[in-house]
């Protein structure tokens, strides 16, 4: 089948991705840059550099703009869909949604107003198997913006491994913490994995607040 | 034995329908229902019947494949497509309405479950024989016939408890968690 990525190029959207890749034909990725970073449906840190992230893949990137208003920027998603499907006749969509029922439910609707499948790999997946499976696969992700009680800025940039995951579980348990970040406790971007043809490497990065500004070549 | 069957026609989709459920049920024998044997039916204890994605009602074209329900006497629960397979074997009617999300649903104390929020995701539902008793008002969402139990929701989302009760119990009864 012909799938397009709903792709935001952090850990969940890049490894649902990998997933589809297994027994599907990836055609394109598809961003929409929300101007709202507090977005109900889009993450927002490194976004930009989905462009970097798509060429490494060899796939086409749909970009949208969109100004992240609740329920209007489903709009933009359609539209973004509705240019995979003619440009790259898409037979379905491809999700990193994990608990989000308001994600899910969105997405679910205008596919099928699209006449789409919609493919959600990670659905209700364990959080911690979910970090496991990332290093297993041998991807290598950073976590680029933070917001949550437990973590500071000494994680901006910090690579996902072992000792994190560890931390993270006890993050878990001390403050409720989702360990996959599925609360937006924080934001991930993929340096490599699996799917790219070469490695991403952060050359320059700048702490803005609570974010990683990176510059990749 | 538990046996979860997979009612999935991309291969894709097990992730999404079935992986939840085993991840619940920790312990089974996961087949695809057009692999499923004999054997399969005698060394189970319970039979998951999983539910699939809103586009796909390929199964309903290999009904046939799940006649051994009518003479099967061991605890089955269907979810979603697995609800609509069993009305469907026993005689039912096959309606439309899609819903899709978070609606709140009165079960009457179905695996113990009253008001609660369950996530829907379908585009059909089936219209009962007499033989079920169905536990909600409007189409039904919780139906039981004997050891044979269906539900049109997603409990792996939201409502994990009415899976676990239908497996660590010997003997599970709808009605016998109280409210």
Partial sequence: MKLGVLFSGGKDSTYAAYLASQNNELVCLITLHSKNLYSYMFHTPSISKTKLQAEVMNLPLIEVNTKGEKEKELDDLKRAIIEAKNKYKIEGIVTGAVESVYQATRIQNICDELDLEVFNPLWQKDQIELLNDLIKHKFEVIIVAVAAEGFDTSWLGRKIDVNMIEELFKLNKKYGINPAFEGGEAESFVLNCPLFKKRLKVVNKRIIDDRIEVELE | ?179
């Avoid at chain 2, 079935?18 to 695809?32: A, F, Q, T």
């Avoid at chain 2, 539902?125 to 007499?130: D, I, N, R």
Wanted: with cysteine; glycine share 8%.
């Fill in chain 2, 1 to 179: 034995m538990i046996i979860v069957i997979s009612v999935c026609k991309e291969k894709l989709h097990e992730l999404e329908f079935v992986k939840p459920i085993i991840d619940i049920v920790k312990s089974c024998k996961v087949v695809h229902y057009s692999k499923l044997k004999n054997k399969d039916l005698f060394d189970a204890e319970k039979v998951i019947i999983c539910g699939t994605s809103l586009k796909d009602n390929e199964f309903l074209k290999y009904l046939d494949k799940f006649s051994w329900l009518k003479i099967f006497d061991k605890p089955v629960l269907g979810i979603c497509a697995g609800m609509q397979i069993i009305g469907l074997v026993f005689g039912g009617k096959l309606k439309q309405k899609k819903e899709i999300g978070y609606f709140k649903e009165n079960l009457n104390g179905f695996f113990g479950l009253n008001e609660v929020e369950v996530y829907h995701l379908h585009g059909n539902y089936v219209e009962f024989t007499k033989e079920f008793r169905v536990y909600n008002k409007g189409i039904p969402q919780a139906v039981s016939y004997g050891n044979i139990y269906g539900v049109l929701f997603h409990p792996e989302v939201r409502q994990k408890k009415l899976i676990k009760r239908f497996i660590y119990h010997k003997y599970p009864t709808a009605l016998r968690w109280g409210s």
